[in-house]
């Protein structure tokens, strides 16, 4: 059974609520001072808070999306350093390996859209990475077969799990809904971590020596992607969304790339690659590349590039509110750049919160983009 799975999850709470019975159950017998009775004690009380702590760290990974599965919470992902030969007969960049309906769809493609499973090899950077591909309705109408569609690369936090864009943040079903009540349009959304050469979070950074992370997100992830599927081809047929790490990731890449990303959304998104035992030393002394990768000084030194950049926050409950604020101000002085924002009264730093944005922020990115 997986790290995410539901009977995981069952099985350490009802071991907890047993393990918690025995030990009301049993104490009368082990009151005595005999150190079998203290033994006992000891051992009961250790293996009921084992069995809690358990329980309330899966309920938490399953809430936010920490780990995809065991190998991954204990450091040990190996789906990294993959390089496949693009040579004639070789496979293409973007495998699809699997497809499955958005949750309370229709069941044809048709109607509810369709979520495949794909497997992406950079062709310059070999970075290689699982992503999960939306495909709204109209990608399968016949009425549509010639038209090319917008698309948004979606991310997730650090180290955050791709399937929780698609079951805890709902972005296709969201996508859907939207476009159904004409508050949107139809767009392809690939949904990925930006962890791409877990565990390290390289921040979208083109490391020095090692992964080549942003490089992946601007050269290599649209050209697999337009090979394989019907979406736009202009400047502004790109869009990046992200939380978190993701939404830093967003905003970067909106500013470093704006004939890629048109626009960029970041949703509780911090302004600075941070440096820490996850990231290690992503610049290798390189004050350039420190330098591009700080969104402070790329604004403040750098051309205003023509790209659009949506903000979230709250007054309460969330640390860059502040800076979120200073960040507008900022953008807001350099042309062509267009920056919006949407803040909340009260959200924190997780799921709840990102789910009451993404809604307003898909609407946002729809009418920025455009399918050419």
Same mark, same amino acid.
């Given at each position: 059974?997986?790290? #995410?799975? =539901? ?38 009380? @250790? ?13 938490? =990974? ?15 992902? #190996? ?69 090319? @569609? ?42 990925? !971590? ?22 992946? @997100? ?14 736009? !081809? ?44 996850? #990231? ?10 420190? =330098? ?81």
């Amino acid at each position: 059974m997986g790290l #995410t799975s =539901n009977k995981v999850l069952a099985l350490a709470v009802l071991s907890g609520v047993l393990l918690f019975a025995g030990t009301v159950w049993l104490w009368p017998r082990l009151a005595r001072r005999s150190w079998r009775a203290v033994i006992g004690r000891i051992g009961l009380l @250790f293996a009921t808070q084992l069995a809690v702590f358990a329980a309330v760290g899966l309920a938490a =990974n399953q809430s936010f999306g920490f780990y995809a599965s065991w190998a991954d919470l204990f450091g040990r992902e #190996t789906g990294q350093g993959v390089v496949v030969d693009h040579s004639a007969g070789g496979r293409g960049p973007l495998q699809v390996v699997g497809a499955g309906r958005v949750k309370k769809a229709g069941g044809r493609p048709e109607i509810g859209g369709q979520i495949q499973h794909v497997r992406i090899v950079g062709r310059t950077t070999h970075i290689a990475t699982p992503a999960e591909v939306y495909l709204p309705p109209e990608y399968f109408q016949p009425r549509y077969r010639t038209r090319t @569609f917008p698309a948004a690369v979606v991310l997730t936090g650090y180290p955050g799990t791709t399937e929780a864009l698609v079951t805890k943040l709902r972005y296709p079903r969201t996508a859907l809904d939207l476009a159904k009540e004409g508050r949107m349009q139809p767009m392809v959304l690939v949904m990925l !971590r930006p962890t791409v050469a877990p565990p390290r979070d390289t921040e979208c950074v083109d490391v020095p020596g090692g992964p080549q992370t942003e490089s992946f @997100f601007a050269k290599d992830l649209p050209e697999a992607v337009l090979a394989h599927y019907r979406v736009g !081809r202009g400047p502004g047929s790109w869009g990046v969304v992200g939380n978190s790490t993701g939404g830093y990731c967003a905003l970067k890449l909106a500013l470093h790339h704006p004939r890629v990303y048109g626009a960029g959304v970041g949703l509780s998104a911090y302004y600075n690659a941070p440096s820490d035992p996850t #990231t290690g030393d992503l610049f290798q002394g390189d004050e350039e590349l420190r =330098n591009r990768a700080d969104l402070w000084w790329y604004v403040k030194h750098m051309p205003a590039p023509a790209t659009s950049l949506l903000v979230t926050s709250s007054k309460s409950g969330e640390t860059n509110y502040k800076d979120t604020l200073k960040f507008i101000e900022r953008v807001r002085e350099k042309k062509p750049t267009r920056i919006s924002s949407i803040v909340l009264e009260r959200g924190g730093h997780n799921f709840n919160t990102w789910r009451r944005e993404i809604p307003a922020a898909l609407q946002w990115l729809s009418g920025r983009l455009g399918g050419r």
